[in-house]
């Protein structure tokens, strides 16, 4: 079952468009609570600290690596399913379904202002 989904075309740091679609929050909620996706995930392959760069890295080498770390998701199976549990609770640091922090922190503002004006 699909519960208003969003689909949403942002734009990211790289100047790509990124075309994602948003799960609801209600349907977020439901998936975290699916303890198997993250199995699937492409990044299992890949050191952690690809995706969430450690403390002290300067911004270029992050900026890098956060552009390859998302190369990495946009082919991943699971990459609705991350970047949902990821804003559901809110995650603070690193790359998850594709999107940094700062990007998905502007998609949560702009889920909040759909929401307002629907
Ligand atoms: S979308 Fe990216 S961070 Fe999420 S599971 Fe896939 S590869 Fe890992």
Redesign the pocket.
Known sequence: MTIGVMRIVLRTETGRRSDVVVPSAEEAGARVDSASW?EY???RGWDADL?CAPDGMSPSRKRAQETRAKR??RT?P??ER?LAEAMARDEQAG????LDTEERRRLERRRRGMRRSS
């Open positions: 993250w995930g492409l990044c995706f990495i998701c991943c699971v990459r991350c790359v998850w379904g594709g």
